[in-house]
């Protein structure tokens, strides 16, 4: 051990204010970490920035492609779709598997005790997760462009790229829900018990039978789904199998209502849950 | 409320449920001193850590940080934290962690420097959660003390150390206290509140039992060890007066006893053969045995 006096001199008469510089060079810090974190850690980066191109190329472009004989609509509702599904991952698992794990193991508990800047471990999450989100956006465009030809044109890239990037927040503040009552064991079982259908009943990559239509709407996936095809002008699935145009009722503005309206119930009763329990 | 104390718990009651985990606790941290908390699990030791941090809020009385309440980000940048069941982020370097700790206080120390001083330079550079048991606790510490606080709350810290790194850390913590800085610390250890309190605080039952220095610890108890090999058998060494247990370690008898001096005298006149007499004070963690144990049979008894 060294013999060297620590440098704890005037111990207590340092002023305990932080400027504004340093307060923001924390929330900064901590944003930092949580990318390199999540980035480190293979069960969560690997499925979520490495599959959702994957299978965007083999079902979206090679299968769906073939079938339909190079049809633009379809290029366009299979780059839609499969965004859509690309950015409900890094949000639900993000929040709802770190936040759980993070609860479990004591660090929500210390970082409480440390003087961490209010919110700044949630605030590093959300950012990671639209991280996430707006990296697999910006792949399945590249790997569109290259070899999807939907015929998108540039500012409808960049719309559906605002959109899913923003469209990742209500699947994270169901995540967190999630990930505020959930142990660290069962929050990956309990985000994929909404992850499947929340995906399935979206009407992501089949048309849905009649019978289990009126089921879609409780699907986040759905509305932002319809908020995309709305973007490119096509229809969706399932009126695409029944050979309709695009919906005529419920509109953009009642789906984004819905979104934002997901997003705020579940952030304030996850806030609720972790201010009284931690 | 004292003006000299950092940390301060005045008659805190906290229940859960049924649970009376602290029953009109008082606890005092005075500038540049290391107190010990002693207690058997279920004391409510980690309670009273958790009111003193602001985890949980007491049910009557208050707690108090550098007079304000812990609830204030303010106060708590004066304060580090080691906890005992804590698993930080495996992905993320040792440096990365103290970073990241460091940037919640307004002057940390350099990176570098919180790795000298706490000897884990070699480590900097491994994932969290490549490190073993102890070296984990070692990064812990370093977290603990890299914003330069005032007053250090350390948690059992030297669970799962292996001896030189817990020589390491007492070093350091007699470091911090030499150059100003006060801690509050929790152990099992007994031992280690001998080698390092200023003041011993026992806690049963959610009640501070007493609090003195470790040497008045040891004088409320003032009971005595003697140990000698001898061909005495226990059970007559039992029957003097003054000695309360006795017990034989192959040749050696271990005698423990409230008048040490009539124990000694008697093995004299007895003429039975011994050798290698040793007489010394019971430590702490008999000290601690007795006091516990007293509480609750006086709790018992009323």
Redesign the interface.
Known sequence: MSATSLPISNVGAASMEMSSAKLWRAYATEIKFECLRAMRAPAFSIPFLLLPIVLYVLFGVLLAGNMSHGDPTVAKIMFVNWAVFGVMGPGMFGFGMFVATEREQGLMTLKRALPMPYGANLMAKLVMTTLFALIVVLTLIAAAVAIGHPGLSVSQYFGITLLDVAGSLPFGAIGLFIGTRASGKSAPAFANLAYLPFMHLGGLFYPLPKSVQPLEFISPAFYLDKLGLWLVGAPNMDRLANNIGPSSHGGPLLYATVLVTITTLFTAMSIRRLARVG | MNRES?AELSGVKKRYGAINALDGFDLEVR?GELLAVLGPNGAGKSTAI?LL???REPDAGTARL?RKSPLQ???????G?M?Q?????G??KVR?HI???A?????P?AIE?VL??T?TTALADR?YGKLSGGQKRQAQFALAMC??P?LL?LDEPTVGLDIQAR??MW??LR??I????SIVLTTHYLEEAEALADRVVVIAKGKAVTSGTVAEMRAIVGRKHITCSTSLAPNIVAAWPGVQSVNRDRERLEITASDADAVVRRLVESAADFSGLEVRSAGLAEAFTELTQTHTDQEVAS
């Open positions: 950092l500038p958790s941090l602001g985890l550098f980000i303010e106060v708590r940048r004066r304060i934290v906890m069941e804590v698993t930080l982020a992905e993320l990365e970073e990241l700790i940037s919640y206080y307004p002057e120390l420097e000298r001083l000897n994932p914003g330069k005032a709350f020589t390491v070093a350091a470091q911090l030499h150059d100003g800085c």
